[in-house]
């Protein structure tokens, strides 16, 4: 399905005079109870579904609201910046759409891609991550989530960073992703690609894209 990158902004944004947080950890029988986020691209029609769920499963509805719209969040954006990346000359898609370790081949070779906020974790600042980018990538393969998505294969990071301290927005703002990726894209060369080694001693292949704001 081709998206409407306009729409999905516009969609996305209205997540933002909420607060966001999450409480609890993803866990499956919570990811059963809002899977409805991946139908649903109206940010009204995300709301009914919502109340209806915590209605029916007798659920806390502030924690089931954060569970749901965090979620839906997080995918509709992914699925617009997976396009940004497709729609450009010279990256193809995977056929296989429910490949876990990769989403497209950029000049032939094969990436996931994640949008990742600047992490409070991470011991360093913004301006040293950017001078220190491998000790940021690291830090992302060794902390990232257990779930459907964790490996250690070749991945394409785009970090975003607000200097109000709000990275979480920036996900929604979809057209300054696409002039970041599509910048990213047109002076790409792999010689600028990270290498690394993990236990399984396959070697990776990483980058950053840096969008702030």
Known sequence: MKLNLQN???????RHPYSYK???KQNDVWDNYTNFIYQTVSWDILI????????????NKHHIFQYAANRWYNFWSAQAVEQIFTEIDGIEPVIETKDSEKDFYLFGIPFDHKTSVFPKKFQNTFEYAKSHKVALIEWFYNNQSTQKR???KNRLFIVVY???????KLKAEISILKNAIQKYVATFRPEQLHSLTFASQQKTFSDI???EK
């Open 162 to 168: 607000d200097k109000n301290g709000q990275h979480w």
């Open 150 to 152: 964790h490996h250690f």
């Open 22 to 24: 999450w409480f609890r």
């Open 8 to 14: 999905i902004e516009s969609e996305l944004k209205k």
């Open 48 to 59: 009914q579904k919502i109340a209806a769920v915590a209605e029916t499963r007798k659920l």
């Open 209 to 211: 894209i840096w969008v």
